[in-house]
């Protein structure tokens, strides 16, 4: 069984540009979640989808962080315009019943 | 708030001796206690539920509500224990979201 995926790996950006960051889940899990590491510090809980709707965006820093999944598959988070301080590694989990399971992660360095 | 401890940033030991990942949460109420390892260029995984009460790899976690804390604990440690390792709450209820302590970066020397 495929685990959850993300793309790209890495990902080197301006400040003041676009990226987007794609997250597959593992196949019929309706729970995505994704996750930020900022150097230094705790991974934080960023947002939760079930299915396509999301549940909790809480811990979205500000409205330049866009979170989609459409269709309810694999989910887009869009930063626009990326600010220095988004650098960091982005996680995506997703889960049924239970534990998260978790992507390798995007890193994100804005320059 | 919720909010997860883990005081030691590394800690380095021996192998064959015991170790212990301290861990310490604050929530008001019952929470759901996981660790998470991370070895090496591999992702995050899950080691660790406290309501599964097993013994994985030769780890174990004894959640204690009086002094809320959720310690892992190995008692010969192995080179291949090397690894960050993070642990997490889940509130009760459609909280789904995890929260993390900041990790701890356990090396076994040889």
Same mark, same amino acid.
């Given at each position: 069984?495929?685990?959850?995926?993300?793309?790209?790996?890495?990902?080197?950006?301006?400040?003041?540009?676009?990226?987007?960051?794609?997250?597959?889940?593992?196949?019929?899990?309706?729970?995505?979640?994704?996750?930020?590491?900022?150097?230094?510090?705790?991974?934080?809980? $960023? $947002?939760?989808?079930?299915?396509?709707?999301?549940?909790?965006?809480?811990?979205?820093?500000?409205?330049?962080? $866009?979170?989609?999944?459409?269709?309810?598959?694999?989910?887009?988070?869009?930063?626009?315009?990326?600010?220095?301080?988004?650098?960091?590694?982005?996680?995506?989990?997703?889960?049924?019943?239970?534990?998260?399971?978790?992507?390798?992660?995007?890193?994100?360095?804005?320059? | 708030?919720?909010?997860?401890?883990?005081?030691?940033?590394?800690?380095?030991? +021996?192998?064959?001796?015991?170790?212990?990942?301290?861990?310490? &949460?604050? &929530?008001? *109420?019952?929470?759901?206690?996981?660790?998470?390892?991370?070895?090496?260029?591999?992702?995050?995984?899950?080691?660790?539920?406290?309501?599964?009460?097993?013994?994985?790899? *030769?780890?174990?976690?004894?959640?204690?509500?009086?002094?809320?804390?959720?310690?892992?604990?190995?008692?010969?440690?192995?080179?291949?224990?090397?690894?960050?390792? &993070?642990?997490?709450?889940?509130?009760? *209820?459609?909280?789904?979201?995890?929260? +993390?302590?900041? *990790?701890?970066?356990?090396?076994?020397?040889?």
């Amino acid at each position: 069984e495929a685990g959850v995926t993300q793309f790209p790996s890495h990902s080197v950006i301006e400040k003041g540009q676009t990226v987007t960051l794609r997250c597959d889940p593992i196949s019929g899990h309706d729970n995505l979640y994704w996750y930020r590491r900022v150097m230094g510090k705790e991974i934080k809980f $960023l $947002l939760h989808f079930v299915k396509e709707s999301k549940q909790d965006e809480s811990g979205m820093p500000n409205n330049r962080f $866009l979170a989609e999944r459409t269709g309810g598959t694999y989910s887009t988070l869009k930063v626009q315009p990326a600010e220095l301080e988004d650098s960091g590694v982005y996680f995506c989990a997703s889960s049924q019943q239970g534990g998260q399971f978790f992507g390798p992660g995007t890193r994100l360095t804005v320059l | 708030a919720q909010r997860v401890t883990q005081p030691e940033k590394l800690l380095s030991v +021996f192998k064959g001796a015991p170790v212990e990942l301290k861990c310490n &949460y604050s &929530y008001s *109420g019952s929470p759901e206690l996981f660790w998470y390892v991370q070895y090496s260029r591999q992702r995050l995984q899950l080691l660790l539920r406290h309501i599964s009460r097993e013994s994985i790899k *030769g780890f174990t976690a004894d959640l204690n509500k009086g002094e809320t804390s959720f310690h892992l604990k190995k008692p010969f440690a192995q080179e291949e224990d090397s690894a960050m390792y &993070y642990c997490a709450l889940r509130g009760v *209820g459609s909280n789904y979201k995890l929260t +993390f302590g900041k *990790g701890t970066l356990l090396t076994v020397n040889p």
